[in-house]
């Protein structure tokens, strides 16, 4: 679980350092200084594939962390949480007791 939290944060920031069109957030964590040290062609094809191994490997371990860690339901048919707690609620509301008819009161006159 912490190397796909690792793996979010960084895929987050590769994505966010990408120039878009208008500029984007390139410059605010500063894109801007790394286009000049690789230059500008270099840094946008290394800014790609680093988003595209990021994105892949973030899905190949969140199939894998769903497939052989997570517990897996003993029923056949699963029931849903909210399935489980209708029901639930259901047996644990307290019954009202019925109330008497209303009362109708005239003035005297």
């Known amino acids: 679980m912490i ?15 990408q120039a878009s069109k208008g500029g984007g957030l390139a410059g605010t964590f500063g894109g801007g200084s790394v286009g000049m040290v690789f230059g500008v062609r270099r840094t946008a094809d290394f800014l790609t594939k680093a988003t595209q191994v990021l994105a892949i ?48 009161t005239t003035p005297n006159q």
């Open 3 to 17: 190397v796909e939290l690792v793996l979010a944060i960084l895929l987050i920031l590769v994505v966010l350092m």
């Open 57 to 104: 490997s973030f899905g190949l371990i969140a199939l894998i962390i769903n497939i052989f860690f997570l517990p897996r339901a003993k029923s056949p048919t699963p029931e849903s949480v909210i399935q489980r707690s209708g029901s639930t609620q259901q047996q644990t509301m307290p019954q009202l007791p019925p109330s008497p008819p209303p009362t109708s």
